[in-house]
């Protein structure tokens, strides 16, 4: 059958099981938007091209096959580049389609022209350029697949808006198989040896490649084998935190403890994550401790420190293969696992902050028993999450879309498009004033599309973290961290949607019940005290404690 390279491309996606685009129109993919316009792929139109590539991260993160963005050429691939290193820094898999100039104006600074390997070679598992119309399909098929192999990732193509139109008869191609694998018998082997003669082991759980079988069957084993579990940060939805196994989190705004368990355990196994910057408290902790690595990135990007076994799989295929937790106790009874357990439930119980405005330790507890069980929770960066953090629990795989990198601005459309592909679930972005209105304009794409999310916009004037850092580094000079806002309420109100400007705690409880119940798009837009930093600040507990 003859058609475009640009059908042909859209007809590949939907081979693929892709459901939708995130994109921001240009000229030079015009053919693509035409084959779109029959297609069953759902053409997400975005405000952004830096609120496409964050939604297209969100459906990476939150479905089972690559996220979409499409953009053109110079400045729309400028946007979009923040998603990209958001992307390869968080290990997501998603596919950046970049429309360019036609292959005849190369080379002679035409309209818009960049290099595309220049700008994105570093920050990308992959760069493609579609120069053969009759290789569409194929490029395609490669980019979606490379994206999930090994350690997951962004990979960009660009597509010349002259090769798009051209005619070819060739085949819509076969979906690639993931490579099939589990472990070896000498690396589980290895495994069990080591956790049975363990006294103090912890499993550490992270990364996007996690189902919710797998998830349940891991922490079960950890239970029976009275292994506690930690997670990466914003990663903590790779287990339930209802398990008797969970322990807390490891990173920014962590418990004290779990570092102190992390440097007292005798073996540490990693699942789906490696031992990296954040996780080891900036390369100190633990590095030297016995350590088994279970992941499918043989180049352990990241990892710092000792390994003394890589088992080359993913999550499920571990899973799969280990015995009966109760088989690799050894002597080891039940002690570590609970106790670190009843310090992970005593962190996690919310309290009073003090301070002026709205209390985010009880707001918080009120926003926990207020959402459902299933509920999606997206984040941006800074102090402001760090509330979500400790206080919001998950009960599954694929609840959490937060930044890795630490990306200012993913919070709101994340949530977008996690509304967008899971109507009548409870969808909910946490974030801070600075954060919010990086990519607030992409709220107005989900009245378009039937999204409902809400937004917690947690307001104190000043960008929270790295004031925390100034006060430290330099204190009584404040400079260049302070914001002056509009009211958010009303803004989101000019939309359609439902918001509320919230000054007091005890407003915020019947707030939130009436924007959950608004089926709109809302924003709680709270005032919150400047002086109260985020819980596992320093500055926080220096004022609690005072």
């Known amino acids: ?292 690595l279970v992941s499918n990135d043989a180049e352990l990007v990241g990892h710092a420190g000792r390994i003394d076994a890589h088992l080359g799989v993913r999550p499920a295929e571990l899973v799969a293969a280990l015995p009966a937790g109760e088989s690799l106790r050894g002597t080891r009874g039940p002690e570590w696992m609970a106790r670190l357990r009843t310090e992970q439930l005593a962190f996690t119980m919310p309290g009073a902050d003090g301070g002026t405005g709205v209390d985010l330790g009880l707001a918080f507890e009120a926003l926990e028993a207020a959402l459902d069980a299933d509920r999606i929770i997206t984040y941006g960066a800074g102090n402001a999450t760090l509330w979500g953090h400790r206080y919001l629990s998950h009960h599954g795989p694929k609840s959490l879309v937060g930044p890795r990198n630490g990306a200012m601005g993913l919070s709101v459309p994340a949530a977008v498009a996690a509304s967008i592909m899971h109507p009548g679930r409870h969808v909910v972005a946490i974030c801070g004033d600075g954060d919010f209105f990086m990519n607030a304009q992409e709220l107005a794409v989900s009245f378009a599309h039937g999204g409902t999310p809400l937004i917690i916009v947690a307001d104190n004037g000043i960008f929270g973290t790295i004031v925390d850092h100034q006060r430290r580094h330099y204190p009584q000079r404040p400079s260049g961290t302070s914001m002056e806002n509009p009211n958010f309420a009303q803004w989101i109100e000019s939309f359609g949607g439902h918001g509320e400007f919230v000054e007091t705690t005890a407003d915020f409880a019947p707030a939130l019940e009436r924007a959950l119940a608004s089926g709109l798009p809302a924003v709680l837009h709270l005032l919150t005290d400047p002086t109260t930093m985020g819980p596992g600040t320093v500055a926080h507990r220096a004022e609690a404690n005072a």
Request: hydrophobic share 45%; with cysteine; net charge negative.
């Open 1 to 292: 059958m003859t058609m475009s390279a640009g059908h042909l491309i859209v007809q590949t996606l939907e081979a693929h099981g892709v459901q939708r685009i995130y994109a921001v129109p240009g000229e030079s993919y015009l053919d693509v938007l035409d084959g779109l316009h029959d297609s069953k792929i759902h053409t997400v139109v975005t405000r952004h091209e830096g609120g496409a590539g964050f939604m297209a991260l969100a459906e990476g993160r939150l479905s089972t096959v690559p996220g979409i963005a499409m953009v053109t050429r110079g400045p729309g691939a400028a946007n979009a580049m923040i998603a990209i290193h958001t992307a390869w820094q968080d290990a997501t898999a998603m596919v950046l389609f970049v429309g360019l100039i036609p292959l005849a104006d190369r080379g002679r600074d035409s309209f818009q022209e960049f290099s595309l390997e220049g700008w994105f070679s570093t920050t990308a598992k992959g760069v493609y350029v579609l120069d053969d119309e009759h290789q569409a399909g194929d490029v395609v098929a490669r980019a979606l697949r490379l994206a999930s192999t090994g350690r997951p990732g962004p990979v960009v193509v660009g597509l010349p808006e002259d090769v798009l139109i051209r005619l070819t008869d060739s085949p819509v191609p076969d979906l690639l198989p993931l490579p099939d694998a589990a472990p070896s018998a000498a690396g589980l082997e290895k495994l069990s040896t080591m956790l049975g003669a363990a006294r103090r082991p912890a499993i550490i759980v992270g990364g996007d490649g996690w189902d919710a079988a797998t998830a349940q069957e891991l922490a079960d084993f950890a239970a029976a084998a009275h292994v506690p579990v930690l997670a990466d940060w914003r990663a903590y939805d790779a287990i339930d935190h209802d398990s008797p196994a969970y322990a807390g989190w490891l990173g920014y705004g962590r418990a004290e403890r779990t570092v102190a368990a992390l440097n007292d355990a005798d073996l540490l196994v990693f699942v789906g994550c490696t031992r990296s910057d954040v996780l080891s408290e900036g390369y100190k902790a633990a590095l030297n401790t016995p350590t088994i």
